[in-house]
Nanobody
Framework: VQLQASGGGLVQAGGSLRLSCAASGRISNYHIGWFRQAPGKEREFVATIHRSDGSTYYADSVKGRFTISRTNMKNTVYLQMSSLKPEDTAVYYC??????????????????WGQGTQVTVSS
């Protein structure tokens, strides 16, 4: 499966953005996660969603502010980001996993990766 992330941009603190992850293959076969990497920092887990039952998991840093969702009919996963903070600034990546450990947030559980989309939050 090939993934393409989009929807990033520049937003003021407190604002919102919705990222999209479009898949070329059958996204319903995979759990989909979002990760991010800020300059000079390691890539970190943001959120993930089960391939069929809709179970979701979030990093503590985004709980209550970000919502991950999916529409398998459109082969797309979304990340709705609200109450954005400057520390949310990063390149955001979507990734696909078929591992039972997908919910751990460990990026080694994700096999396929999109190219990333830049999110910049100004203070």
């Amino acid at each position: 499966v090939q993934l393409q992330a989009s929807g990033g941009g520049l937003v003021q603190a407190g604002g919102s953005l919705r990222l999209s992850c479009a898949a070329s293959g059958r996204i319903s076969n995979y759990h989909i996660g979002w990760f991010r990497q800020a300059p000079g920092k390691e890539r970190e887990f943001v959120a993930t969603i089960h391939r069929s039952d809709g179970s979701t998991y979030y990093a503590d840093s985004v709980k209550g502010r970000f919502t991950i969702s999916r529409t398998n009919m459109k082969n797309t996963v979304y990340l709705q980001m609200s109450s954005l903070k400057p520390e949310d600034t990063a390149v955001y990546y979507c990734a696909a996993s078929s591992s039972v450990a997908y919910y751990s947030g460990n990026d080694s559980s994700y096999r396929y990766w999109g190219q990333g989309t830049q999110v910049t939050v100004s203070s």
